[in-house]
């Protein structure tokens, strides 16, 4: 099983608000996560789930048919896995795949990648570029250890991997790598080769916006450049 939590995308990306006005950074929300689910598509999963509220995350799943594990509280990432892991886990699930909404790069050959490496019971991690980030965790059974997601969820998953004594395979993939959270993230998923939807969102959202001193900028708007 697949899951992406997705917590209410209104409030998506804060750290991008001395760029990206908000209406903007909701806009880039949907993208990324438009990118995400079809590279899950792509690699042909049949049963991927998102653990949501919210509407638009709702609506994108039904369109690829994947499962709808509601959070209704939305009290972020980490509750919304443990809540989605306990179902799986209820239902027989062997093996959960963890990932985040905001990895716009991700192709269906990491997805392959990452169950490839997979120990018949034990942990993948493939970290965010800086290390310190966990941008895929497959674990197998499903509820092999807890996630606790943040800016620095690497080294504590690591540690938890290690500590159920099974096999733990740490995975480095770029393109999974790539989290948009600040500016700089921004600046390289527009300079990376591509044409997802994030990434034309974000050339047109960049293209009058000069690289240094994102700080700076005025927040951009969508409207703005329709």
């Known amino acids: 099983m697949i899951l992406v939590p997705v917590k209410n995308l209104h409030n998506a990306k804060q750290r991008l608000s001395s760029l990206l006005d908000s209406a903007t950074r909701i806009e ?54 443990a809540m989605a892991t306990d179902a799986c886990a209820s239902h027989g699930v062997e093996t959960t795949l963890v990932l985040p909404g905001d990895i716009p790069l ?23 570029s800086d290390k310190r980030g966990s941008n895929a ?16 969820s690497f080294m504590p998953h690591l540690a938890a991997a290690i500590a ?15 989290d948009i959270d600040t500016p700089e993230d921004l600046l390289q998923l527009e300079q990376s080769p591509g044409e997802k939807r994030s990434q034309r969102l974000a050339r047109s959202l960049l293209k009058n916006i000069s690289t240094p001193g994102f700080g700076k900028q005025q927040p951009v708007s969508v409207a703005a450049e329709s």
Do not use: W
């Open 106 to 128: 991700i192709e269906a050959n990491d997805v392959r990648a990452i169950y490839e490496s997979a120990p018949s019971r034990g942990s993948v991690l493939v970290p965010s």
């Open 164 to 178: 159920t004594d099974t096999s733990c395979v740490v995975l480095s993939l770029p393109r999974i790598g790539l």
């Open 28 to 81: 880039l929300a949907h993208a990324m996560l438009s990118d995400v689910l079809g590279a899950v598509a792509d690699f042909g999963c049949h049963d991927g789930s998102l653990g949501t509220s919210d509407p638009f995350a709702l609506e994108l799943a039904k369109h690829y048919g994947f499962e709808i594990i509601r959070d209704d509280s939305n009290g972020g990432e980490t509750q919304a896995i």
């Open 137 to 152: 965790v497959l674990r197998r059974p499903a509820g092999l250890f807890p996630l606790r997601f943040g800016n620095d």
